[in-house]
C-alpha cells in the first residue's frame, strides 16, 4: 500500500505529506508488522522501534511500548515534553497510507485514535473460528469527540458508537503520562486475560486514567482491515475514497444527494489545479451577489438565471471545505469566511427580494425584518446550546480502575455498535434533518421562490420554514431542559455565553441557569421588534430598519463564528461603543415616538453601526492572522462539533 495507488485524485501538492509527526516513534503491539503495514507507515518518517515482546505476552508488550514512550528529547519542569510523537498500532491493522493522514499528518498536535464506523464484515465467513481480534467497539462524546470508553475481552463498552481501528498517536507532550499508564497497565490482571489484545489494553488504558483527552479521528469512507474484520470503504482507489471522505457527513438531505455529488467533481477538479480554499470562498460569494443582483433586476428570466446562480453558488460553496479537508489546510480566517459570506448571501438576496416587492408597490419589509431575525436568532440559540453542551462534555472525566470490567454505564445497556439506519428509521432521520432547515434546504426554498417569480412567495416561505424549524429545536430543546433530562450542571457554565450577550448596562447571564441559553436569540428577537415598531408603516424606514438589523446579524455571525473559530469573541468595549441592545432598544423607542420619518435616523444608525462593526472585526482578524501559524485550526474547525450551519 503506497501513497501513488492510482487513480490518483489532485496535483502532488494537494497530495503532500506535510510531516506533522515525522521523527516519531512507532511501535507495533501484538506481533511482528505485516510488510504492507510498515510500508502504509513509511511516508510519515517515522522510526520503528524493536524490540517489544514476542506479540503473546501482552505484559511485556506494554512494558517494552512504555520503554519507547520514555525515550523522549526533553522534559521540561511540568513533565511535559517537546519531542516527537509515538505512534501505537496493532500489528494486524491494514490501511492505506492516504487513510492514515488524518491521524498521522493532521493539523492538530494532539493524541488522537482513528475510529472507524459500521458495518464491519468478518472475514472468516462462517465465523467458526473464535480467534481474538477484531475491530474494539469504542464510545465518542458526540460533542467533544472524546473516547470515553473501549470495549476489549475483558471489559464492556456500553452504549459504544463506533470502533476503534486501531492506531493511536500520542503527541509529544503526552508521552510520559502515556509511558506511566503503559508500565502500570503491564501489572494488570487484565494483561493476563486470555486472548488480551495489546493494543486494545493499552488505548483503554490511556482512555481511563483520564488524563490524556484521546480524541477520535473519523476514518470515513475508507477501506481498513484488523484481524478478521473489515470495514469497506467507498469505490475507488484510496484517494478517491478521501475524497468522498471530503465531504461533510451531518449535512442535509438535499445536500448529500443533491448538491455534494456535484461539488466533490468540482473539488477534484481543483484539487488537481492549486485552488485554494479562501479563494473559493470569494468566487462563491461573487456567484451569490451576482445571483443577489439578477433578482434586483426584476425580470422574470433574470430571476430563473439567479435562482440557477444560487445553487451554483451553493454548489461553489461546498467545495472549499472539501479542498481544506482533503489537503489538512485550514486556518480560523477561512472558517470565518467560508461562514460569513454565506450569511452575506443570504441578507442581500432577501433584501433584493424585498425591494423588488416594494417596486411592485407591495411592502414587504416587515416580512424581510421577521425572516432575518428567524435566522439569526435560530442560528445564535443554535451555538449557545451546542457551547453549553461542550462546557458539560469537556469537563475532567474521572478515572476508573483498569481491571474493573464495567465502564459505569447503565445496567442493561448496549454493548454493541448500533447498525446504521434503513428503511423507516432513515426516513426519519431524513425529515428531521430536513426540518432543521440547513442551509442547503433554505437554498432550495429561495431558488424555488426565485423561479415563482413571486417576493412573497419566496419571503413567505423561507419565513413559514424557518418559523417550523425554530419552533422544531426549540420544543425538543426546552422540553429536555424542562425535565432536567439536558444533563445540565450549574457547575459547568458555558464560559462563550456572556461574549454572546450584546448588553452594555443590563447583567450578562453566566451561563449558570438552566434557559441561559436562550437570552442570545431572545436579545436579537427584541431588537428586531423594536424596529418593526420603530419604522412603522414607511416602506423607506423598513428597508432602512432591515439595513439596521442586518449589521446587528451580521455582527452577532462574526461574534459566533470567531468564538468558534479563535475562542475569543468582539471586547466589550465595542458593545458600549454600540450601546448594547438595550440602549439600541430605547434609541429606537424614541425614533418611534418623536418622529414621523423614522427612515433618515434608522439610515443613520444602520451606517454607523455597520462602519463599527466592520472595523473592530477587521482588527481582530488583523490580530489573529498576525499570532497564528498557518495551517493550524481550533478544535471547531476540524470536527465541526460546534458548527451549527453552512455548507462546506
Not at 460533542?143 to 470515553?148: A, F, H, N, Q, Y
Not at 489494553?201 to 490524556?212: C, E, F, G, K
Not at 469537563?395 to 447503565?410: F, I, M, N, T, Y
Not at 430536513?434 to 442551509?439: D, E, M
Request: net charge neutral; glycine share 10%; aromatic share 6%.
Amino acid at each position: 500500500m503506497r501513497l501513488d495507488e492510482r487513480p490518483l485524485v489532485g496535483d502532488a501538492r494537494a497530495r503532500a505529506v506535510h510531516g506533522r509527526s515525522s521523527g516519531g516513534d512507532v511501535v507495533v503491539l501484538g506481533g511482528d508488522a505485516a510488510t504492507d503495514l510498515l510500508e502504509s507507515l513509511e511516508p510519515f518518517a517515522l522510526a520503528h522501534r524493536a524490540g517489544v515482546g514476542d506479540g503473546h505476552d501482552v505484559s511485556a508488550t506494554l512494558r517494552a511500548a512504555a520503554d519507547a514512550a520514555d525515550a523522549v528529547d526533553t522534559v521540561d519542569t511540568a513533565g511535559r515534553t517537546s519531542g516527537a510523537p509515538l505512534v501505537l498500532v496493532s500489528h494486524d491493522l491494514r490501511i492505506s497510507p492516504v487513510a492514515l493522514l488524518d491521524v498521522l499528518d493532521g493539523p492538530r498536535d494532539v493524541t488522537a485514535a482513528a475510529v472507524v464506523d459500521g458495518p464491519v464484515t468478518d472475514l472468516r465467513g462462517d465465523g467458526s473460528d473464535e480467534t481474538p481480534g477484531g475491530f474494539a467497539p469504542a464510545r465518542v462524546d458526540p460533542v467533544s469527540r472524546r473516547i470515553t470508553s473501549v470495549g476489549t475481552v475483558r471489559h464492556v463498552a456500553s452504549d459504544p458508537t463506533t470502533y476503534a481501528a486501531g492506531i493511536l498517536r500520542v503527541a509529544a507532550a503526552d508521552r510520559v503520562r502515556v509511558a506511566e499508564v503503559l508500565r502500570a497497565a503491564a501489572t494488570s490482571e487484565s494483561a493476563r486475560e486470555p486472548g488480551m489484545q495489546a493494543f486494545d489494553l493499552a488505548l483503554l488504558a490511556v482512555v481511563r486514567d483520564a488524563v490524556v483527552p484521546v480524541v477520535a479521528v473519523p476514518l470515513a469512507h475508507v477501506t481498513v482491515e484488523r484481524g478478521h474484520e473489515q470495514r469497506q470503504g467507498a469505490a475507488g482507489s484510496a484517494w478517491q475514497q478521501r475524497l468522498r471522505a471530503a465531504s461533510r457527513g451531518n449535512d442535509g438531505v438535499f445536500s448529500t444527494h443533491a448538491i455534494r455529488p456535484l461539488s466533490r467533481r468540482l473539488t477534484a477538479y481543483g484539487l488537481g489545479r492549486g485552488w485554494t480554499p479562501n479563494v473559493v470562498t470569494f468566487a462563491s460569494l461573487l456567484l451569490g451577489l451576482a445571483a443577489c443582483a439578477l433578482a434586483a433586476v426584476d425580470t422574470r428570466w433574470t430571476w430563473v438565471l439567479a435562482a440557477v446562480l444560487l445553487q451554483a453558488s451553493l454548489v461553489v460553496d461546498c467545495v472549499d471545505g472539501e479542498i481544506a479537508r482533503f489537503t489538512r489546510r485550514y486556518s480560523p480566517l477561512g472558517g470565518w469566511l467560508d461562514a460569513v459570506s454565506d450569511r452575506i448571501k443570504e441578507f442581500t438576496l432577501v433584501a433584493a427580494v424585498a425591494w423588488v416587492a416594494a417596486r411592485r408597490g407591495d411592502d414587504l419589509w416587515w416580512l424581510a425584518i421577521v425572516v432575518l431575525a428567524l435566522l439569526a436568532a435560530r442560528h445564535a440559540e443554535d451555538f449557545a446550546y451546542a457551547m453549553r453542551h461542550r462546557a458539560l462534555s469537556t469537563r475532567p472525566l474521572a478515572s476508573r480502575p483498569l481491571d474493573v470490567p464495567g465502564d459505569g454505564g447503565a445496567q442493561g445497556a448496549r454493548t454493541v455498535v448500533p447498525a446504521a439506519p434503513t428503511g423507516r428509521a432513515r426516513v426519519v432521520r431524513d425529515i428531521k434533518q430536513v426540518l432543521h432547515l440547513p442551509i442547503a434546504e433554505r437554498y432550495l426554498v429561495m431558488s424555488v421562490g426565485l423561479l415563482v417569480y413571486s417576493p412573497a412567495f419566496l419571503l413567505w416561505a423561507l419565513g413559514i420554514a424557518s418559523a417550523v424549524a425554530f419552533a422544531w429545536t426549540q420544543v425538543g430543546r426546552l422540553g429536555k431542559a424542562a425535565t432536567r433530562r439536558d444533563r445540565f450542571r450549574a457547575d459547568h457554565p458555558d464560559p462563550t455565553l456572556p461574549h454572546l450577550v450584546d448588553l452594555a448596562v443590563v447583567p450578562r447571564p453566566t451561563g449558570r441557569g438552566r434557559f441561559a441559553w436562550q437570552v442570545p436569540g431572545l436579545l436579537v428577537a427584541v431588537e428586531a421588534a423594536a424596529l418593526l415598531l420603530a419604522a412603522g408603516r414607511d416602506p423607506a424606514a423598513g428597508a432602512a430598519a432591515y439595513a439596521w438589523l442586518a449589521a446587528v446579524c451580521w455582527h452577532v455571525y462574526d461574534n459566533v463564528y470567531r468564538l468558534r473559530e479563535t475562542g475569543s469573541g468582539t471586547p466589550h468595549a465595542l458593545v458600549r461603543a454600540t450601546l448594547g441592545v438595550e440602549g439600541r432598544v430605547v434609541v429606537l423607542a424614541l425614533i418611534g415616538g418623536f418622529t414621523d420619518r423614522p427612515a433618515a435616523p434608522l439610515l443613520v444608525g444602520a451606517v454607523l453601526l455597520i462602519v463599527a462593526y466592520a472595523a473592530e472585526s477587521a482588527r481582530g482578524w488583523r490580530a489573529v492572522i498576525g499570532s497564528a501559524p498557518a495551517g493550524r485550526a481550533t478544535d471547531a474547525a476540524v470536527d465541526g462539533s460546534t458548527r451549527q450551519d453552512g455548507s462546506s
